[in-house]
């Protein structure tokens, strides 16, 4: 192997090695995450989940699926995602949610599939992240369109009401997934300043018709921000990796429907 080669091979390694430390720093397992601690009529796809790694996810496309059910335990609305990334020919096609296995999906057939209270579709998005580390769970099939596991939490009750609220832009809401997600040094990324002070980085885009990555630097041009917010871009000039904090906001999402994860207190570093 070349010496070039060698180096990208540890770079990659390294890479990894500092997400899946993270997930394990956080107490992040199979046996003992917190989100694996619901019962119900659903799959139990929580507790044989392992960590994996996903690279190259930049532009990548994608899609979720919720499972929506009730713990009569504890008592308590909860909801299981899916998501289709590295499945149906994501690895070579960078698109694990092909339209034609995707647009067909049928919520309420899939709730009566897995015995949940209902079922949520969501658009495809596509990753502006490089990398993803997290627990990944068993992989079941919606129609054809496969996903895997990815999670558990809390959810409000409006979510299975007759008409659910809409998500709110430049509304935080809270999240228990663990992933660990990554932008490689170099990368462009697509920034938030909020009123408060605080750094929002988008971490994946709707798919939508007029929109494609190479758009996404002139996104400010069509938002409509709050008053005392800023959309920026810059080019990263270290590695920047985005760690999930426990009791923390966990995502916003724009008034186009992209979404964005906090990075900190306001990021002046991040220079465009």
């Given at each position: 192997?070349?010496?070039?080669?060698?180096?990208?091979?540890?770079?990659?390694?390294?890479?990894?090695?500092?997400?899946?430390?993270?997930?394990?720093?956080?107490?992040?397992?199979?046996?003992?995450?917190?989100?694996?601690?619901?019962?119900?009529?659903?799959?139990?796809?929580?507790?044989?989940?392992?960590?994996?790694?996903?690279?190259?996810?930049?532009?990548?496309?994608?899609?979720?699926?919720?499972?929506?059910?009730?713990?009569?335990?504890?008592?308590?609305?909860?909801?299981?995602?899916?998501?289709?990334?590295?499945?149906?020919?994501?690895?070579?096609?960078?698109?694990s949610a092909?339209?034609?296995?995707?647009?067909?999906?049928?919520?309420?057939?899939?709730?009566?599939?897995?015995?949940?209270?209902?079922?949520?579709i969501?658009?495809?998005?596509?990753?502006?992240?490089?990398?993803?580390?997290?627990?990944?769970?068993?992989?079941?099939?919606?129609?054809?369109?496969?996903?895997s596991?990815?999670?558990?939490?809390?959810?409000?009750?409006?979510?299975?009401?007759?008409?659910?609220?809409?998500?709110?832009?430049?509304?935080?809401?809270?999240?228990?997934?663990?992933?660990?997600?990554?932008?490689?040094?170099?990368?462009?990324?697509?920034?938030?300043?909020?009123s408060?002070?605080?750094?929002?980085?988008?971490?994946?885009?709707k798919?939508?018709?007029?929109?494609?990555i190479?758009?996404?630097?002139?996104?400010?041009?069509?938002?409509?921000?709050?008053?005392?917010?800023?959309?920026?871009?810059?080019?990263?000039?270290?590695?920047?990796?985005?760690?999930?904090?426990?009791?923390?906001?966990?995502?916003?999402?724009?008034?186009?429907?992209?979404?964005?994860?906090?990075?900190?207190?306001?990021q002046?570093n991040?220079?465009?």
């Amino acid at each position: 192997m070349s010496t070039v080669g060698k180096s990208r091979a540890g770079r990659t390694l390294r890479r990894v090695v500092l997400g899946l430390m993270a997930l394990t720093a956080l107490g992040v397992c199979p046996s003992r995450a917190e989100d694996c601690k619901y019962f119900s009529a659903l799959p139990d796809d929580c507790a044989r989940a392992g960590l994996r790694k996903f690279d190259g996810l930049r532009d990548y496309r994608y899609e979720e699926i919720e499972l929506f059910a009730k713990d009569p335990l504890k008592k308590v609305l909860y909801v299981t995602v899916y998501a289709t990334t590295g499945l149906n020919g994501g690895d070579d096609s960078r698109d694990s949610a092909p339209a034609s296995l995707a647009q067909n999906l049928d919520p309420k057939k899939i709730a009566k599939q897995y015995q949940a209270l209902s079922a949520r579709i969501d658009p495809p998005y596509h990753w502006t992240i490089d990398w993803l580390a997290d627990r990944v769970g068993t992989v079941r099939s919606f129609d054809g369109l496969n996903a895997s596991w990815m999670g558990n939490s809390l959810a409000p009750s409006a979510a299975i009401s007759a008409k659910p609220t809409p998500r709110v832009p430049y509304h935080p809401t809270s999240t228990a997934r663990t992933a660990v997600a990554g932008f490689k040094k170099g990368s462009e990324i697509y920034l938030l300043d909020d009123s408060k002070g605080q750094t929002w980085v988008m971490v994946s885009y709707k798919d939508m018709p007029d929109l494609t990555i190479d758009k996404l630097k002139s996104l400010g041009d069509v938002l409509k921000l709050p008053q005392g917010w800023k959309f920026r871009t810059a080019a990263l000039s270290n590695e920047l990796i985005l760690e999930p904090k426990a009791g923390s906001a966990g995502v916003i999402q724009d008034d186009r429907g992209n979404l964005y994860r906090l990075t900190g207190p306001r990021q002046s570093n991040f220079v465009p």
